[in-house]
């Protein structure tokens, strides 16, 4: 281990939840309606506006409509009659805490060089938004 590595020094550290909030503030303050618990069946447009039919069989009729299904992306972007590519593989990890006498050492995103076979795995350390370093170990 240790032997080669990425440096990306303008990789950011992001609070997604944080900024998703943002964006529902704005688009709320703007007239929007946010709707969430919802299981996508099909998203089809028909004629001037786009149709959303729900698994429990709610359906909702509007002029634009923008999803947010995080690792269910691909499979909601096909339901809408898009293309399933890129598709997204989920995989298990322990998310482990370094401790703080040792977070020095992590200066930014630090990532194994990927193994083409298996280009998910390895340990992977992330600095978080509240200063902590999160020590992700994929397998």
């Known amino acids: 281990g240790g032997l080669k590595a990425i440096h990306s020094p303008n990789t950011g550290i992001v609070d997604w939840r944080?900024?998703?909030c943002s964006y529902g503030d704005d688009f709320r303050?703007?007239?929007?309606?946010i709707l969430t618990g919802h299981e996508v069946a099909t998203i089809k447009d028909v004629g001037?506006?786009?149709r959303v039919d729900c698994q429990d069989r709610t359906r909702i009729t509007t002029k634009?409509?923008?999803?947010?299904?995080?690792?269910?992306s691909d499979r909601v972007s096909e339901k809408a009659g898009g293309k399933r590519s890129p598709t997204i593989v989920p995989f298990r990890g322990?998310?482990?805490e370094l401790r703080a006498d040792k977070r020095y050492l992590v200066k930014g995103n630090?990532?194994?060089?990927p193994n083409p076979k298996f280009p998910f795995l390895g340990v992977h350390f992330t600095p978080r938004m509240d200063g902590?370093?999160?020590d992700l170990t994929l397998c």
């Open 64 to 72: 634009h409509v923008i999803t947010c299904a995080g690792l269910y």
């Open 110 to 113: 630090i990532y194994p060089v």
């Open 94 to 96: 322990e998310y482990l």
């Open 18 to 20: 944080r900024v998703a």
């Open 29 to 33: 303050a703007n007239g929007g309606t």
């Open 48 to 50: 001037r506006e786009i």
């Open 132 to 134: 902590s370093v999160w």
